[in-house]
Structures are given as structure tokens and as C-alpha cells.
């Protein structure tokens, strides 16, 4: 008896003990000078992935990147570029050579803001040592495609530094929206003098030589805890910045997030922000509180034309025809999304109108290309048609998928059957070509339609269908070179045609933006890439 | 004894090696890869991944450099959090998941003892009626609904507790208490059981016949014999309560080692699989090395030995 006591005791002040690893701690609520301070409680699911903004790939890390550094421009809360380091911007009439003229602008740390850095940043992301998975950001720019392939020197790369504060850039073509590239995080200076002295810099993103030129400094970081920002007295534009804190926490479970949110703890959910659980999205609805807004980004099936029945243009449309798509976002997806029309969203300039390539769910249309399709196969029924849909595993495109299976297998009498792998392993499988009809997504990271169209430009890279077509090629090699808008556009158009007449990817719905805030929190909001700039957010009582 | 612990201790070794190859090569064998990414790599870049890695060396050169790094305990930079070096991941997150799991292993044999021995004690009464009842319901509901559960009540509805995070005591009673529930009804089961057997048995008799208070015999004779099924189940108990509290840990956002180690095996993040693993192992090795030690000290009828039995 006296050892169990014993034992208890131990067990008892085992728990004592560990409870001392509590994190967390008291906050005040005001600031130096009294008033009262403003803070946004925010979530995101899990740690960003990155805090160096030449390794970040997703829009939680954007999100965070956005807060604590700043390019040469920045976006505005509708996502159109706007001033940012640079001060000046000189573009040559060839419209390929950029002299940017820098603001006097501070790091973090106290630093000026040089141009040197953004020549270090653009090169460092570049340098094939570094393996920067968005590095082919800065194709854009002369010699940086050859210096990441490993077959040029950083030394060819067209970024030039004339003095402290002029930066020239060379670009390969004119590019219209480099203003909006340059905003991009992987284009975001990094300060040279602190990263040479130390190149674990962003390791350490609570530490002392993580810096930022940003409206945010970033406090703290507790791994799948929380992070904490506060406002950036060095920043160039800081009385327009409202907030003084953001407390960002880490909720893996959109269920969680959720009663966190209706208990008033949380003051915004939508991406990057964490998102509304499916299940909610009704009552929000009910409520008139749900803020939904296009967002640049296509949801679709992409067909492997190297598969002996998918090689089929007929099949190919058949398939593309028979799927209900207002039927599908009214009943699972809910999000009210916009039937998919083509590879281009709604939200870039010239494609805000639904294209008419197909007619979406109409079932005589879609039994007569099967039927066309199956006589140059050579089969007689529908039935002998085997189609594998692929996917990856996640309750949302189960329930999509089966939607979708459902009405090919129901109006096309085909046999279609699912079939589901982990992320990792379904991105191989595409990229190896071994599946027949495959989920895929695509948003855009700036708000031009190249940024979709150049996917199908070649084989291979984003490209899994096997797909090429000579003139859609050519089109999009004049869209590179041309200077006038219209013409530009025109092209894009008519290559989005070409494609869509071949039926390699069979669009499903475009998608949208949707979030809740609480009512004291204004000039909240995602812009077309999805993107909430906490710079422009205020809290009022 | 001190054999005996050896024996055991080179025991763990081998079963540490069978389990360090194991895992490695389950990982590569399993298709996908860690650096496989939505928007496609250049040549260059992937191979400069597998260089920093070591990804790109044959397959028992890798091998050899797990075992080393393993041994070591050295086991590198995560490749989903390239910031992040897997030992700083597992040092900052299981003392959590350890607070969590010992505070629901406290919850979880306090209550369960005590709820089988009332229910032994007033056998085929009310009480063992209603406490049978319970023990049903927790062994019957699993952790995740009953974490729901109380989060929505307890925490939304009732606002008696924070609903989700890791800032103080007050946010580990809930997930502690739904981590425990079933572990405590099996308890309970298990202490009634093996109470009214006990307190059947010959010695309680003689006992009572020598007319020892009834609290004595139950707490110093029937109890502690009772308790020799409960000490057997506390090594997998051990193990269910610390690897299995991932879904808690979710559910309530708790920065515990769960959640990496589930999340590591769909990154393919080697590094941190083979780090999770390892030290899993070694923590659960060393529960069933310590409750087979707690044996002796219980029931003085065992004893360790080194060799063979000679009883």
C-alpha cells in the first residue's frame, strides 16, 4: 500500500511538474501611450511552411511574408499594384528595361533599404543551391531561367544595381504585369548585409536577424502554436497602418476554427485565414454574413491524352459535356462558385464573360460526341467504356468527384470508377502520366490570363495531358512579344479557344473567395488571388 | 535485478534496429516523394534537393547514414519545414503531448480504480448498476465524438472552459478528460472484475473471520491485488494515450507531437518520420520496461531475474 502511495505521488507530481510547460502568458491591451490598442485575432491551420520569401510557396506563408516584408510595389486590398519601396518607376518604350528609384525606407532593424537587397533576394531565390521551388517567378528577367537551370551565372542576370537606391531590371519580354510580379513575395528584398552575416537568417523567425522592411514586425513564433505581428514603426507608410498586434493561431480543425469564431474569439475565417467549414456555409448564408467574391482560380478534370480511350477528342467532350455544374455547386461544393466555361477565370481582364465552348449538362450533346467517340474506338456500347477518375484524398473532392462519377456513369452509361492517393503521391502520379482522368486545381499568383494559358504552352512541367498544339504555341509566343493590350488580349482568346475545342482539361467551376469577419473588423477582405493584406485592416470598438 | 534490466536494455537495442530499418525502407517503398510539388520543379533544383538531403545516394549508403544519424539522435532538417530541424520539432511538442498524457493517465486510473472498486463494493446494487452503465459509454464512445462533445457544451455552449489551444491548466482539463474516458471505463471494468474476485478469495475470508475492518481489508489486502491487471494495462495504455492523442490534439489545437507525427508520413517528410518513430519507440520501449519492473514492487510473488527461472 505504502509503495502505491508512493507511486500515486510520483504520477501526481510528474503532472505538477510538467504543467509548468504551459505556453502563453499575459497580454496587455494598451500601448505605450495609452490608447487603446487595436488587435485582430486571426487563424491559420498549421505553421507556415516558410518564413524566407524565396522559399514560400502557399498563401499562409504569402500571408504572413505580406505582413512583415515589402517588394518594390505592393497590392491594394483589390489586388491592383500600388507603391511600395519604390518611389519612382521608369519603364523603357521597349517596355523590357525597369529603373526603379527607392524610397528611404527602413529595415526593422534599422537599416536602409538598398537596392543591393533586392539583387541579393532575386538572386539568392535563383541560385539552383537554394532550391526555390517558385524561383521560375523571376523567368520574367533576363538570364535568371539559364542561371536556375544551372547553365548561366548570376552575373548574366539582368538586374543591375546603379547606386544605393536606383535598381535597373532587364526583362526577356515586355511584360505587362511585372508591376504586380514585382508585389509577389518571391520578388520580396531580403537584407543583404544581415543574411551574408548570417545565412540561417529565417530559421530562427522570432529571432533577432529575422528583419523585414514590412508594416509588421513579426514578435513571435511558437511552432503549431501561434505568431504574433506588431506594427512596424520603421515603416515608410505606418500612419496607414491601424492595427498595432495581430495574433495569428494555429487551429488545424476547421471545426474548431469555427466555434472559436462564433464564440468571438476569432475575428475573420476564410483563407489564407483558416476557411469556414463546409457545414457552416449554410447558416452564414441564412444570416446574410457570408462575403463571397471571385477568386482566380479554375477547379477541373484534366484527361491524360496519351490514354488510349482519353486520346479521343469525342470521349474527351462527351465527358466535358455531362457534368452539371450548377447542380454540383448548389448541392456540394456550396461556395457559390461559377460553372467553369473555360481554363480562364472570370476575374482577368477580357474573360469576364462566360466563353461558350460547350453547353454545360446537356445530355443529347454528350451522348452524340460518346457515340461519334466510341465508333473510332471501335466499341459498341458504352458500357465497354472503363474510365478511372483520379484524385487526391480529401473529403471535398470525394464528394465532387462522386458527383461527378455519378452523372457520367447515370447519362452516359460509361463505367467510371474512383480512385484516391495521398498528395505527395498523387502529384507523381500525374507527373508520370499513370492515370486517366485526374482532379486539378489551379490558382492564379497574379491576375493575368498568361498566368493559366502557359500551362498548356508546352509538355511536361504543369502540363500532365500530353496536350500540345502548334498554334496554340505560336499564339501565346506572340502574346509574349506584343505591347498592345487589345492584340495581347485577342491572342489569349483565341489560344483559350484552340485549347478548349481539343478538350484536354474539362473545367468544372471557378472559384470563389468566401469569409466571415465579425462587425468591428473593417477593410478585411481577399482580393481576386486570394490574398488578405493585413496592412489595410482596422479594428473598431 | 540489475541483469534483468540489462538483458532487457540490450533487448530495446535489437528491437530499436529491427524497428529504424523497418521504417526506413516502409518510407521508400511507399510511392510519392517529399519534394513533389504542384507547380513543376526545374531539373536542376530537384536535384539540388536530393543533394542536400542525401536523397540521391544508393540505397544502403542512405541506410547506413539513418543508422548513424539515428544513433546519434541527430536526424536533420525537416523537408516539409525546411527551417525546422526535426529534433527542435520533438523537443518543443512532446513535453506538451507528455503534460497532456500524463494528466489523462492520472484522470483515467484515479477514477477508474475508483469507480471499479465502488461498483465491486456494492455488487448488484445501484451503484454497480450505474457505474456499469458508465463504463459502457466510455469504452463505447470514442475520444474524438466525446472531445466534440464537451467542446461544444462545456466550452461554447457553457463557456466554462476555452474551447481550444494551450495557454494554462484551464485549456488541458478538456482534452485530458476526453482522452481519458476510455482508458478510465476499461480501468473500471478491469478493477471490478478482478475486485470481486479478490474479495472472494480465501485470504479475505480468513480476514474478515479475524475480524479486520472492512476499509482495511478492501484498500490494504483486496485492492492491491486487484490492481496487478491494471498495472499489466498501463504499458499500452501508455502507448494509446501518447501516440493516439493526435486526434485531440487536432481537435482542441494542442502543439503536441501527434500531429507531426501523422502529418510527417502524408508530407513524406523522411526526416521527421524517421525522428517520430524513433523516439515513439523508445518512449513505449521503456514504459513496458518500467511497468515490468513496477511488478515487483507490487506483487512480491514476481521476481526478476536475469536467467532463467528457477521457481
Redesign the interface.
Known amino acids: 500500500m505504502k509503495k502505491l502511495g508512493t507511486l500515486l505521488l510520483l504520477l501526481v507530481s510528474g503532472i505538477v511538474l510538467a504543467a509548468c510547460n504551459f505556453g502563453g502568458g499575459g497580454d496587455s491591451d494598451t500601448t505605450e501611450d495609452g490608447e487603446a490598442m487595436k488587435e485582430l485575432n486571426v487563424s491559420i491551420t498549421s505553421d507556415p511552411p516558410a518564413f524566407h520569401p524565396a522559399l514560400a510557396t502557399d498563401t499562409t506563408s504569402g500571408a504572413i511574408l505580406a505582413s512583415a516584408f515589402e517588394g518594390l510595389t505592393r497590392l491594394d486590398a483589390k489586388g491592383e499594384p500600388t507603391e511600395g519601396m519604390a518611389e519612382k518607376v521608369e519603364v523603357s518604350e521597349d517596355g523590357k528595361t525597369y529603373t526603379y528609384t527607392l524610397r528611404d525606407a527602413k529595415w526593422s532593424n534599422g537599416d536602409p533599404v538598398i537596392a543591393q537587397d533586392f539583387e541579393f533576394a532575386w538572386k539568392w531565390a535563383l541560385d539552383p543551391e537554394n532550391a526555390a521551388d517558385y524561383a521560375y517567378q523571376l523567368y520574367y528577367i533576363v538570364g535568371a531561367e539559364e542561371y536556375n537551370n544551372g547553365e548561366g551565372s548570376a552575373d548574366d542576370v539582368g538586374v543591375k544595381v546603379i547606386d544605393e537606391k536606383t535598381l535597373e531590371v532587364t526583362l526577356v519580354n515586355p511584360t505587362p504585369f511585372f508591376d504586380e510580379l514585382t508585389a509577389f513575395y518571391t520578388y520580396f528584398p531580403v537584407n543583404s548585409k544581415l543574411a551574408e552575416e548570417n545565412p540561417d537568417w529565417y530559421k530562427d523567425p522570432s529571432g533577432e536577424d529575422f528583419v523585414g522592411n514590412g508594416p509588421f514586425n513579426l514578435d513571435e513564433f511558437a511552432s503549431a502554436d501561434h505568431i504574433t505581428l506588431s506594427k512596424n514603426d520603421n515603416y515608410w507608410d505606418k500612419d496607414n497602418v491601424a492595427l498595432d498586434k495581430v495574433n495569428i493561431s494555429m487551429i488545424e480543425s476547421e471545426a474548431t476554427a469555427l466555434k472559436e469564431y462564433q464564440a468571438g474569439n476569432l475575428d475573420y475565417l476564410g483563407a489564407p485565414f483558416n476557411s469556414i467549414d463546409l457545414n457552416a456555409l449554410d447558416g452564414f448564408k441564412e444570416d446574410g454574413t457570408l462575403n463571397v467574391s471571385d477568386q482566380a482560380g479554375t477547379y477541373m478534370i484534366v484527361f491524360n491524352t496519351k490514354d488510349e480511350i482519353l486520346g479521343n477528342k469525342n470521349i474527351r467532350e462527351a465527358l466535358t459535356i455531362a457534368i452539371d455544374r450548377q447542380g454540383l455547386i448548389d448541392n456540394v461544393t456550396k461556395g457559390e462558385q461559377k460553372p467553369g466555361s473555360g481554363l480562364v477565370p472570370l476575374t482577368m481582364t477580357g474573360f469576364e464573360e462566360p466563353a461558350d465552348y460547350f453547353k454545360s449538362n446537356d445530355i443529347e450533346a454528350a451522348k452524340a460526341a460518346l457515340e461519334k467517340g466510341l465508333t473510332e474506338l471501335g466499341l459498341d456500347s458504352p458500357a465497354d467504356l472503363k474510365i478511372k477518375l483520379s484524385y487526391n484524398t480529401s473529403e471535398a473532392h470525394a464528394a465532387i468527384m462522386q458527383f461527378v462519377q455519378q452523372g457520367w456513369s447515370k447519362n452516359l452509361g460509361i463505367d467510371v470508377s474512383l480512385d484516391n492517393s495521398e498528395w505527395q503521391v498523387y502529384l507523381e502520379q500525374l507527373d508520370a502520366g499513370e492515370y486517366q482522368a485526374g482532379r486539378y486545381g489551379w490558382v492564379g499568383d497574379f491576375n493575368d490570363p498568361i498566368n493559366f494559358l502557359e500551362i498548356y504552352k508546352r509538355d511536361g512541367g504543369n502540363n500532365q495531358t500530353g496536350w500540345t498544339n502548334e498554334e496554340y504555341t505560336n499564339l501565346l509566343n506572340q502574346v509574349a512579344t506584343e505591347t498592345d493590350e487589345a492584340a495581347r488580349t485577342q491572342y489569349m482568346k483565341d489560344a483559350e479557344e484552340i485549347l478548349m475545342s481539343e478538350f484536354p482539361i474539362s473545367p468544372i467551376y471557378f472559384y470563389t473567395n468566401l469569409s466571415v469577419k465579425q462587425d468591428s473588423v473593417k477593410n478585411m477582405e481577399a482580393d481576386p488571388m486570394g490574398n488578405v493584406q493585413l496592412k489595410y485592416v482596422d479594428v473598431e470598438e | 535485478m540489475i541483469s534483468y534490466i540489462a538483458k532487457r536494455l540490450v533487448y530495446i537495442l535489437i528491437a530499436m534496429w529491427l524497428i529504424i530499418t523497418a521504417t526506413f525502407f516502409l518510407m521508400r517503398l511507399?510511392?510519392?516523394?517529399?519534394f513533389?510539388?504542384?507547380?513543376?520543379?526545374?531539373?536542376?533544383?530537384q536535384?539540388?534537393?536530393n543533394a542536400?538531403y542525401g536523397l540521391d545516394n544508393p540505397w544502403y549508403v542512405q541506410y547506413k547514414d539513418y543508422l548513424i544519424n539515428s544513433a546519434k539522435g541527430d536526424f536533420g532538417t525537416s523537408m516539409?519545414?525546411?527551417?525546422?530541424e526535426t529534433n527542435d520539432?520533438i523537443a518543443?511538442?512532446f513535453?506538451?503531448s507528455?503534460?497532456l498524457g500524463?494528466?489523462a493517465?492520472?484522470i483515467a486510473?484515479?477514477f477508474g480504480v475508483l469507480i471499479g472498486t465502488i461498483a465491486a463494493l456494492f455488487h448488484n446494487k445501484w451503484p454497480d448498476y450505474l457505474m456499469t452503465i458508465l463504463a459502457v459509454l466510455g469504452i463505447s464512445i470514442p475520444s474524438f465524438v466525446m472531445a466534440?462533445i464537451l467542446?461544444?457544451y462545456l466550452?461554447?455552449q457553457l463557456?466554462l472552459f476555452p474551447?481550444?489551444?494551450?495557454?494554462?491548466?484551464a485549456?488541458?482539463i478538456l482534452p485530458a478528460v476526453a482522452l481519458a474516458s476510455t482508458p478510465m471505463a476499461f480501468i473500471a471494468k478491469l478493477t471490478r472484475s478482478s475486485m470481486l474476485e479478490e474479495t472472494n478469495s480465501e485470504y479475505v475470508k480468513m480476514a474478515k473471520a479475524k475480524g479486520i475492518s472492512k476499509p482495511v481489508i478492501v484498500?490494504?489486502h483486496a485492492l492491491?491485488n486487484a490492481?496487478l491487471p491494471v498495472v499489466t494495462y498501463l504499458a499500452p495504455l501508455t502507448a494509446g494515450v501518447v501516440t493516439g492523442s493526435f486526434v485531440i490534439e487536432?481537435?482542441?489545437?494542442i502543439?503536441?507531437l501527434g500531429?507531426h507525427f501523422v502529418?510527417s508520413i502524408?508530407?513524406?517528410d523522411y526526416t521527421v518520420i524517421m525522428g517520430t518513430t524513433v523516439f515513439y519507440a523508445v518512449i513505449l520501449l521503456l514504459a513496458v520496461l518500467i511497468v515490468d519492473i513496477?511488478y515487483s514492487?507490487?506483487d512480491p510473488r514476481i521476481q526478476l531475474r536475469g536467467g532463467k527461472s528457477n521457481d
Do not use: D
Not at chain 2, 30 to 34: Q, R
Not at chain 2, 36 to 45: D, F, G, K, M, T
Open positions: 511507399a510511392p510519392g516523394n517529399p513533389a510539388s504542384e507547380r513543376a520543379l526545374p531539373p536542376a533544383i536535384e539540388s534537393l542536400q516539409k519545414y525546411k527551417y525546422r520539432m518543443e511538442s513535453p506538451v507528455m503534460t500524463l494528466e493517465m492520472f486510473v484515479a466534440t467542446q461544444y466550452a461554447l463557456n474551447i481550444a489551444g494551450w495557454k494554462g491548466f485549456y488541458s484498500f490494504k492491491r490492481l487536432k481537435i482542441f489545437s502543439p503536441g500531429k502529418t502524408t508530407n513524406r513496477l514492487f507490487i
